[in-house]
């Protein structure tokens, strides 16, 4: 049985540019849980994972949000990511000059300054960064490029993965790690996912694809439409989605 | 978006760090400026009569010119009879032989500005010629330098022990008559550096030279003059930073390279002059004239400078290729914060076969600050197989800066090759929540992107002054800079 809840999304609504998105989400992850969000385009996922990382365009209007027991919406990103929230970008940005590894080293010292622990030092760093690099089937070049500079779009979301692997986060939140993956790069993004598995830690996918969901196999299945959850089920919801598409729940909902 | 912005502006609105005035006893003149002026200071400073001779011609050609408009700098007319043209520290006996001899204040100064005069030049090698307002009180690692056959020393002192250089030299790269702030200079230019480096020396240490303008309402007048003979290679560091005040401060510096074949000139400067506060209030007023002439074959020059300070900068290092296979090289991070302005570049002429020039120049604007780069490029009609290459690339931080390119090219050779590549991108917002999510503060983040942006030129810099130049960057855009 799952422990306390690690996320509580109560009654959520946020607008952008003046024109609300999300309309009242309600959401529980408990601690070691996979919960999968499906959803059509433009229904407000990543709009939701952006304002659970607190990007500020986005305006939030009502509702609450708690992560390990602290109100998350009152934290700014920067404590939000060293308390554990790590989110994956579905559009990883490109930061021209700024070495991948330092950004990494500088990311997991800042979490571990939080924790009260020494900062890794360089060999220690380069040691673990290596490790999880090759268990992620990346070349070690990338070590020493821009942040995502001229990397492909596989690579951009393998490169999420990575840093999420060094950062060992609480919950984090993948937006549509697995589009733009060929199979081979889907199975590693899935392994190292699925490495991160574990008692205390909890993972929400954002994804339209039944395919990711054979290789991490998810607790719970939220299908998210107009802004809010619809419904949710355990996995076989997902596959229903894939055979019958969305047109049938929100259909269901009108009626 | 706006929040953002208002975030980015935090973060960049740390104030001067630099800020403070030591109150040493200057000997100065009254304000105000004609030929006995110009007369007292070449008699307080014991000149040969070929000198005096100059700068009177100088200034007698300076009452004819006119102050430059075309920059892109606005600022309230200069009153040239406001300033005072000579101010010197005073000592009980003329110029002191140790550190011991230095006053101590001026020592507290130095390590005030984390310039330990004493401890940096021990550690590090580095020959310092310190010069502080206007005079060189303090120079080290003279013997070693003498042995490797090296002058360096402070102007004057050149002017009175090999004044056959000085007068050879003197004003053949940077004429009287180049511009009105030139001309100004060579009239009452108060003191500054002198190099020169005999024929196959390679310089044996960096010489770095830190320049503090201090005495208030003192116009400060520098003048450097680097000669590398055949063969000859020297690098060169210049790093200054100014106290707080009021009033505007006028500087005008001129700096003349030679280098004669085979030799090579590296020319580094970090710039950290009182930039005025956050209204753009103060702050010094930076017109710079230098330049570098290859005039042998197959030397070479490069300018590399990190510009964060100075309410105005008006300064064009550049290169005169005349020396067949000549390379000239500028490597620039031009920082504009509040209400900074900042319109620098340089020019390239290429004269002699083969010649090369490369420019990077890098342009950050941030508050309300102005940015502007305007370069030259001109090839001569006998610079068969000449070629530059340009690159011009502006940060915007924040909505209400600017930055403008202004890249002229003059070609008149066919068979030259020039490429020009420019960019202008805002310091992402995307790019500032990325870090933000990783967990890295905005701070942080800012001097990341930052220092990512000026990494081509920064990898130019010597080591220890790469890290001082990240350091000032820090200072105008805070905190630590990977
Ligand atoms: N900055 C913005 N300005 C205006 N509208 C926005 C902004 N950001 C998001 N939106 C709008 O909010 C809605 C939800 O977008 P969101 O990106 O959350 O959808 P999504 O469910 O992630 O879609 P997809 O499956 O295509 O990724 C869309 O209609 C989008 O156009
Ligand atoms: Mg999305």
């Given amino acids: 049985m799952p422990g306390k809840n690690v996320l509580t999304i109560s009654k959520l609504r946020a607008s952008v540019a003046g024109k609300s998105i999300l309309k009242g989400v309600d959401l529980q992850i408990g601690a070691g849980e996979v919960h999968a969000i499906m959803g059509p385009n433009g229904s407000g996922k990543s709009t939701l994972a952006q304002v659970l990382a607190g990007r500020e365009d986005y305006e939030v209007e009502g509702g609450g949000v708690t992560f390990d027991g602290q109100d998350l919406l009152a934290m700014r990103p920067e404590e939000r990511a060293r308390a554990g929230f790590f989110l994956g970008f579905q559009y990883p940005v490109e930061i021209p000059g700024v070495n991948n590894a330092y950004l990494l080293k500088a990311a997991l010292n800042a979490k571990r300054k939080r924790a009260g622990m020494p900062e890794v030092d360089a060999y220690e760093f380069l040691a673990l960064i290596k490790a999880k690099m090759k268990f992620m089937q990346m070349n070690e070049a990338f070590l020493s490029r821009g942040v995502n500079e001229g990397f492909s779009g596989g690579e951009k979301k393998r490169n999420e993965i990575l840093q999420m692997l060094v950062l060992e986060p609480r919950l984090a939140v993948l937006d549509e790690t697995d589009s733009g993956l060929d199979i081979d790069a889907l199975k590693v993004v899935a392994k190292g996912v699925n490495s991160l598995r574990g008692p205390d830690r909890s993972i929400v996918l954002i994804t339209h694809y039944q395919r990711l969901l054979d290789y991490i196999e998810p607790d719970h299945v939220h299908v998210f439409s107009d802004g809010r959850i619809l419904k949710s089920g355990d996995k076989s919801l997902a596959r229903e989605l894939e055979s019958r598409g969305y047109d049938w729940i929100q259909e269901g909902r009108v009626a | ?482």
């Avoid at chain 2, 780069?373 to 690159?391: C, E, H, M, S």
């Fill in chain 2, 1 to 482: 978006m706006s929040s953002k912005s208002q975030e980015i502006e935090a973060v960049l609105g740390q104030k001067y760090r630099h800020g403070f005035v030591t109150d040493i006893e200057s000997d100065s003149l009254p304000p105000g400026l004609d030929e006995s002026v110009v007369a007292a200071i070449s008699r307080r400073k014991q000149e040969p009569q070929f000198l005096l001779d100059w700068r009177l011609k100088a200034f007698r050609h300076w009452r004819t010119m006119r102050e430059p408009a075309w920059a892109s700098v606005r600022y309230k007319p200069i009153d040239y009879q406001d300033i005072s043209y000579y101010s010197a520290p005073r000592a009980p006996t003329d110029a002191p032989k140790s550190l011991d001899e230095v006053d101590p204040k001026l020592l507290a100064t130095y390590e005030k500005l984390g310039i330990p005069l004493h401890e940096r030049a021990r550690l590090a090698g580095v020959a310092v010629d310190a010069v502080f307002d206007s005079v060189s009180v303090a120079t080290t690692f003279k013997d070693k330098l003498a042995k490797a056959g090296v002058i360096f020393c402070s102007f004057s002192e050149a002017v009175r022990n090999h004044p056959e250089l000085i007068e050879r030299h003197l004003g053949t790269v940077v004429p009287i008559q180049d511009n009105f702030f030139a001309a100004l200079n060579s009239a009452v230019f108060s003191d500054g550096s002198f190099v020169y480096v005999p024929p196959g020396v390679r310089c044996p240490m960096e010489l770095s030279t830190y320049f503090r303008i201090n005495a208030a309402k003192t116009g400060q007048f520098e003048r450097t003059l680097i000669i590398a003979a055949e063969g000859a290679s020297v690098s060169y560091l210049e790093g200054c930073t100014a106290p707080m005040r009021d009033e505007n401060q006028l500087h005008a510096a001129v700096v003349e390279l030679i280098a004669l074949d085979d030799a090579q000139i590296k020319y580094s400067t970090v710039q950290n002059w009182y930039p005025g506060d956050e209204n753009g209030v103060g702050g010094i007023y930076n017109f710079v004239t230098k330049r570098g002439e290859c005039r042998g074959r197959n030397a070479k020059i490069s300018w590399t400078q990190v510009e964060t300070g100075s309410a105005i900068t008006w300064k064009y290092p550049s290169c005169v290729l005349k020396g067949e296979n000549s390379v000239g090289e500028f490597y620039s991070v031009a920082v504009a914060n509040n209400f900074q302005q900042a319109d620098t570049g340089t020019k390239m002429i290429h004269i002699g076969r083969n010649t090369k020039s490369t420019i990077v120049a890098k342009g950050i604007s941030a508050g309300h600050a102005t940015n502007t780069y305007r370069g030259l490029v001109k090839i001569l009609p006998g610079a068969d197989g000449a070629r530059n290459f340009t690159q011009c690339d502006s940060l915007l931080m924040g909505s209400r800066c600017a930055a403008h390119t202004f890249p002229y090219m003059e070609v008149r050779n066919p068979g030259a090759t020039v490429e020009h590549e420019a960019s202008t991108s805002k310091i992402g917002e995307d790019q500032l929540f990325y870090c933000l999510q990783r967990g890295v503060s905005a701070e942080d983040a800012v001097n990341m992107i930052v220092s990512g942006f000026c990494k081509a030129v920064f990898k130019e810099l010597p080591m220890e002054f790469a890290v001082e130049a990240q350091n000032l960057l820090s200072v105008s855009l805070e905190g630590a800079v990977g």
